[in-house]
């Protein structure tokens, strides 16, 4: 960082330096002017009966996003720089870290602190509500059932992603397919929770009794002399269970690749000094390799936890919450775009929140704890 | 050595089943895709394999005049309506009426390998095709659909990942480069809200952010879609490329400051240059969940027909059509082509991203 100048330099400088400042302002005000133009060129654009050609808009959200973001960078710190050093160091910091801070706050934080007023409010949100909103969430039966369904949604999801992540990594890294097998496993990481809803839903598939079934688990059942079933429809509450099945299947990959990096960070001197007394895998793997990856565990199974919490997508195209199959994020998207129930779907969004907080104070500390910010 | 020999046999062979569990849902829509539409939905996908079953040998159609309600002689075997109707077995041949009873007609079968061979490319024409498409059937008939205008959602899809993951990378490795190398007042609480915002569920900001779009009059537009998914990937962006920037090594960053540079020298020419492994990591995460997000476009794109993404034509097929497999296979994996692509070349970085970022929900 730049020596401090000699008193009477930086008095001089500062009575320039209004002027100055004031001329350096202009390249500031002026990128922040094109990037307001640019905002409503790129939305009118896009808006009425002529809508440019996607490659067009695509460039121009580039050069506009990070065309306008460099540029106001620019613009911001040359107008910093031409003032008095003890204000450079002072304000810069907040040209790097301010436009990131004022869209989190734009996007996350004030629409957060919004969702909670409004859930005190009726449904048009203009008489107070009190708990209304939340005591209906809670007592009507109807929703009742999408607090049970992500519970399982939670105990299972969790559970058999988790196990079957480990087993996979353990599995792996002693098989010579390692790279193949974890890449088939990890493969459905790519694809949507709606493309997976239609894989799945074509394993699911049911024909009435007696005419071919074209979904595979019919045909195996039917195989064995079984009736075909609409496991997703009518097999309450088990249906559940069957969509839960497609996100296990679509994130145990990321499980593995966690757990497997992590038993790879095994000392394997322990491991070795443990064969030779004579330990069996099984204890080799509950004794030593389970306590020594015990971190990884803790994250994944957060990590996944809150996956489940605000599980969605797959629940709203196989069968749109139906079947008893409601899940809290279905119903926030229910209460407040199907039946324009405000105060409602903000309380239910705002569950969702609460559920998160313990994860978020976890998270806060252990960033406490960072070498970086002591 | 015995035992050993058991023991790979064990963990190769639970390994082969998983892989073949986690990988066959996936090829059977791969292979129904490519099926013509009749085929998807008479028999299993898995018949394109070699495998017994009683296939058509001779079709006989009564004469008008023969007396349906009574036995019939067909073919050498007389048995009534109803008995030919539940199949009757002969000579190692299966006897077998198809359709009703005044307009059906006797078909002699044998058990026999056979394979439902026959592949068709109609189905992807359909999906990806504006506007009516006719297909031929293999029964040599036509049937003329609407197409599902996945084309021109596939292009819609790049027209908002790609702006989606650019500009919050910009925005972040400005923010990660101030937190980890600029000392100032309320640093570490402006981090801690990062931090804190990287498990927040979306649905919690989705309304209120719903109702400035329509104020600005962008509901409905890609540029609604951007500042959502920027404002949404931000905490984790900050926070991976902040993990990166700040573990670059000290000594570094400060000869250059000895040489007079500025910070923003700094960051343009060395920092960016050195954490390009962390902006591809998070580059190809963002990327892949912009592609694959439903919600966000659900909330912000909506049922604007022309400014549909592909998660949503599908999600639409899904509703609309659910049990016509030849479009949801075929449309399923136009979705999938893309995120795969980046996946299979570029899963070194993807995975380095997960490592570094598995605290986000």
Aim: hydrophobic fraction near 55%.
């Amino acid at each position: 960082m730049s020596t401090p100048k000699p008193q009477s330099t930086a008095n001089r400088q500062a009575g320039l330096g209004i002027f100055r400042s004031i001329a350096a302002l202009l390249p500031l005000v002026f990128s922040l002017a094109a990037l307001t133009w640019g905002f409503f060129f790129i939305r009118d654009l896009q808006s009425g009966a002529n809508v440019a050609p996607q490659l067009v808009l695509v460039v121009l959200a580039i050069i506009w996003g990070v065309g306008g973001i460099v540029l106001l960078f620019t613009t911001a710190n040359f107008f910093v720089e031409q003032l008095p050093d003890a204000w450079i160091r002072r304000l810069q910091p907040f040209i790097f870290v301010g436009p990131a801070i004022i869209m989190l706050g734009w996007a996350l934080v004030i629409p957060t602190i919004r969702t909670i007023i409004a859930s005190f409010f009726g449904d048009a949100s203009i008489k107070f509500a009190g708990l209304k909103n939340y005591i209906y969430i809670f007592s009507d039966p109807t929703l009742l059932v999408m607090f049970r369904n992500n519970l399982m949604w939670i105990v299972f999801g969790t559970s058999f992603t988790v196990v079957v992540g480990l087993l996979v990594a353990v599995l792996a890294d002693r098989s010579k397919f390692e790279t193949i097998a974890k890449g088939l496993v990890f493969l459905p990481m790519a694809i949507s929770f709606v493309g997976a809803g239609v894989i799945w839903n074509f394993v699911y598939a049911v024909r009435p009794m007696g005419a071919p079934q074209i979904g595979l688990l019919n045909a195996i059942v039917t195989s064995f002399g079984g009736q075909p079933e609409a496991w997703t429809a009518f097999f309450q509450p088990w249906n559940n269970f069957f969509l839960i099945v497609i996100v296990v299947w679509l994130q145990t990959g990321f499980a593995m690749v966690l757990f497997s990096a992590a038993i790879k960070g095994i000392p394997t001197e322990i491991m070795e000094a443990a064969r030779v007394d004579g330990a069996t895998e099984i204890q080799i793997f509950f004794r030593i390799m389970i306590p020594q990856i015990l971190g990884t565990i803790i994250t994944v199974t957060t990590t996944i936890v809150i996956f489940s919490l605000k599980i969605f997508d797959v629940v709203w195209v196989m069968t749109g919450g139906q079947y008893g199959t409601s899940v809290i994020a279905t119903q926030f998207y229910r209460q407040y775009f199907t039946y324009n129930r405000n105060g409602v779907g903000s309380a239910i969004a705002v569950v969702l929140f609460v559920a998160v907080i313990p994860v978020m104070a976890y998270n806060l500390r252990q960033f406490a704890r960072r070498e970086v910010f002591k | 050595m015995k035992s050993k020999f058991l023991g790979s046999f064990l963990v190769n062979g639970s390994l082969a089943l998983i892989c073949l569990f986690w990988t066959i849902p996936t090829f059977g829509l791969l292979v129904s895709s490519f099926r013509d539409r009749i085929d998807i939905n008479q028999t299993g996908w898995w018949t394109i394999f070699p495998h017994k079953e009683w296939v058509t040998a001779q079709e006989i159609t009564p004469d008008p005049s023969v007396d349906r309600n009574g036995p019939m002689t067909l073919g050498g075997v007389t048995a009534t309506f109803e008995q030919f109707r539940d199949g009757i077995d002969q000579n190692g041949q299966r006897y077998i009426w198809i359709g009703n009873r005044r307009i059906g007609h006797l078909e002699i079968q044998n058990y026999r390998w056979t394979a439902n061979l026959g592949f068709t490319l109609q189905n992807y024409k359909q999906v990806l095709a504006s506007g009516n498409y006719t297909a031929i059937l293999k029964n040599g008939t036509t049937q003329t659909m609407p197409g599902d205008s996945m084309y021109r959602a596939f292009l819609n899809s790049i027209a908002v990942a790609v702006p989606a993951t650019v500009i919050p990378i910009a925005l972040a490795s400005f923010a990660a480069y101030g937190f980890a190398w600029m000392k100032f007042p309320g640093r570490k609480m402006l981090f801690a809200l990062v931090v804190g915002l990287l498990v927040i569920p979306l649905q919690i900001a989705l309304i209120p952010l719903l109702r400035d779009f329509v104020t600005l009059h962008v509901n409905g537009t890609f540029l609604a879609v951007w500042l959502a998914h920027t404002g949404f990937g931000l905490p984790l962006a900050t926070y991976l490329l902040f993990n990166y920037i700040s573990e670059l090594p000290r000594d570094i960053i400060e000869a250059a400051f000895a040489d007079g540079a500025s910070h923003f020298t700094i960051f343009t020419s060395l920092i960016i240059p050195l954490s390009v492994p962390a902006l591809a990591a998070f580059a190809i995460f963002q990327f892949l969940w912009v592609w694959n997000d439903y919600l966000v476009a659900l909330v912000f794109i909506g049922a604007s027909p022309t400014n549909q993404l592909v998660t949503q034509r599908l999600a639409e097929i899904v509703g609309s059509r659910g049990q016509s497999w030849h479009l949801l296979t075929a449309g399923g994996f136009v979705t999938m082509i893309l995120p795969l692509i980046v996946f299979f070349s570029l899963q070194r970085y993807f995975v380095r991203g997960l490592l570094a970022g598995s605290v986000k929900g």
